[in-house]
C-alpha cells in the first residue's frame, strides 16, 4: 500500500548549512558559494533519477540554480539566518517515474503559487540497501518571495506559532488529496491519509520513525546475520518496539479475520455465540491494552526517577559550592584578623607575631591548617596575602614618617600663610587596624 509522508525541515546557518550546499545535493549538481567560496561537487552521486526548478510568473531568473541560490544566500545577512525550506515527500511506488514525477510537479507548483516562491525540486530512487518502495522528492524552496528582479519580503506563516501548525496540517491535507488524485487518475487501488490512526478511528499501534541511526545499526547486524545464517533479531529499542506492535497488530488483525468468520457462522446457526465471542475479543484487547499500559508506567517511573537522581545531583553540586564558599568567607575573615593584629602589635615585635602565625616547621604547619580546616596551599595562600597587606601597611607607614608632621598641609587659604578655611580631609581611622586607617582589601 502507499505510504503517507510528508516532513518540512529548515537550512539554517546556525546549524554550519548552505542552501548552495544543500541544492548540489539533493540534485547531484555542481555548486559553488559565492559567499564564503566553497565548491560542491555532487555530479558523481547516484540516485538521483531527475531535478527541475519552478519560480512564479516573469522570475525566469531563478531558474538558474547557481543564481537562485548564492542570491538566497547573499540576501541574508545574520550568521543563524534560515536560507532555504525543504520539503520531503514519500512518491506513492504504485506509479511509474513519470507519474511520479508530476505528482512532484504538481506539489512543488501550489508551493510557488501559495507563497511565491521558487521550488528547487530533486527526484530520488530508493538506496540499494533500503526498501525498493522508497521513491522520494526533496523541494527546496526560498524563504523569500520571488520577484522579477531578486528576492523579496520573508514568507513568515510557516515560522509563526500561531500560523505555522494549521498551516502544515494544510499542507499534508494537501499532499494526500493530490496522492489519492494521482492513484485514482491511474486506476491505483491504494489511497494514502494524512491523519494519525487515533484520528482516523482505526485501531491499530502506528510504529517508530527509526531514523538514520538506528537504520544503519538494524541493516549491519541483519546483514551479519544473514552471513552467519542466524535469525535476525532487531538491535535497537526503537526495531524491538516496532517488531512488538507490528505483532500485535498482526495479532489483532488475525482475532478481527477469526471473529469474523466465527460471526458468519454462527449468525447461520445461533446468535447469541456471536456476542459472546465478542465479549472474548474484548477481553483480550483490554489485556493489550493493560500490558501496554503497564509498560507506559513503567517508562513514566524510570523518567522520574531519573529526574529525581538529577535534582539530587544538582543539590550536592550547589552544597559544594556552599561549603567553598563557606571556607573562603572564613578564610578572608582570619586574613583581615591576623593582619589586624600584626598591625596593633609593636614594629619590633610583629616578625615574632608572625612567626607563631605560620610556622616554619612543616609538622606545625601541617596540623595549624588541619586546625583550621584548609590544605597547605591554602595555608600558604593566606600566609602571602597576610605578608602582602602587612608590606603595604609599613610602607605607608614609613611614607608618612618621611612626610613629618610639620609638613605644610596644601588646602584653600593657606597659601598667605593665613588661616585654613577647609575642612580637615582626613578621613576617621578604622578600629579594626588598630586605629591607622590602612584597609588590607
Known amino acids: 500500500m502507499a505510504i503517507f509522508h510528508l516532513s518540512i525541515k529548515t537550512v539554517s546557518r546556525s546549524t554550519g548549512r548552505s542552501a548552495v550546499a544543500a541544492a548540489a545535493y539533493r540534485t547531484g549538481d555542481k555548486l559553488t558559494n559565492e559567499r564564503d567560496g566553497r565548491h560542491h561537487d555532487y555530479t558523481r552521486r547516484s540516485g538521483v533519477d531527475g531535478s527541475f526548478i519552478m519560480a512564479p510568473t516573469a522570475c525566469d531568473w531563478a531558474l538558474d540554480r547557481s543564481r537562485l541560490w548564492n542570491t538566497a544566500e547573499q540576501t541574508e545577512k545574520r550568521s543563524n539566518s534560515v536560507t532555504a525550506r525543504e520539503y520531503v515527500l514519500a512518491l506513492p511506488a504504485e506509479l511509474d517515474a513519470t507519474e511520479r514525477s508530476d505528482l512532484a510537479r504538481a506539489f512543488a507548483g501550489a508551493l510557488v503559487e501559495r507563497y511565491a516562491v521558487a521550488a528547487d525540486v530533486a527526484l530520488h530512487a530508493p538506496s540499494r540497501e533500503g526498501d525498493e518502495r522508497n521513491h522520494h522528492a526533496h523541494i527546496l524552496t526560498t524563504t523569500r518571495e520571488v520577484e522579477p528582479d531578486g528576492l523579496g519580503k520573508k514568507t513568515r506563516i510557516l515560522d509563526a506559532a500561531k500560523t505555522g501548525g494549521p498551516e502544515i496540517e494544510s499542507l499534508r491535507e494537501l499532499w494526500a488529496m493530490q496522492c489519492n488524485e494521482a492513484l485514482e487518475r491511474h486506476n491505483k487501488p491504494a489511497r494514502v491519509d494524512h491523519r494519525s490512526y487515533e484520528r482516523q478511528g482505526v485501531e491499530k499501534m502506528p510504529t517508530l520513525h527509526l531514523g538514520p541511526t538506528s537504520v544503519t545499526i538494524e541493516r549491519k ?128 615585635k610583629r616578625a615574632d607575631l608572625f612567626a607563631r602565625f605560620y610556622p616554619t616547621d612543616p609538622l606545625a604547619r601541617a596540623v595549624d591548617a588541619k586546625l583550621h580546616r584548609m590544605g597547605l596551599e591554602d595555608l600558604e595562600a593566606e600566609e602571602k596575602a597576610v605578608r602582602t597587606g602587612l608590606e603595604r601597611y609599613e610602607a605607608q607607614e614609613r611614607q608618612r614618617r618621611s612626610d613629618g608632621p610639620g609638613m605644610r598641609m596644601r588646602g584653600r587659604g593657606r597659601g598667605r600663610g593665613g588661616p585654613s578655611r577647609s575642612r580637615d580631609r582626613d578621613t576617621d581611622p578604622d578600629p579594626s587596624d588598630g586605629g591607622s586607617g590602612f584597609k588590607p582589601f
Do not use: C, W
Not at 253 to 277: H, M, T
Not at 297 to 321: C, D, G, S
Open 221 to 348: 547486524h541483519q546483514a551479519k546475520a544473514e552471513r552467519k545464517g542466524e535469525d535476525y533479531q532487531p538491535r535497537t529499542f526503537k526495531a524491538q518496539e516496532n517488531r512488538r506492535r507490528r505483532g500485535l497488530n498482526e495479532r489483532v488483525r488475525e482475532l478481527a479475520q477469526e471473529l469474523a468468520g466465527v460471526i458468519q457462522k454462527v449468525r447461520a446457526a445461533k446468535k447469541a455465540a456471536a456476542s459472546s465471542l465478542v465479549r472474548a475479543f474484548g477481553r483480550s484487547r483490554r489485556a493489550e491494552q493493560e500490558t501496554e499500559a503497564r509498560y507506559a508506567e513503567m517508562l513514566r517511573q524510570r523518567e522520574a526517577e531519573q529526574r529525581r537522581q538529577a535534582e539530587e545531583q544538582q543539590e550536592r553540586a550547589a552544597e559544594v559550592r556552599r561549603k567553598v564558599l563557606k571556607r573562603q568567607e572564613e578564610q578572608k575573615r582570619r586574613i583581615e584578623s591576623r593582619l589586624a593584629q600584626l598591625i596593633r602589635e609593636a614594629p619590633e
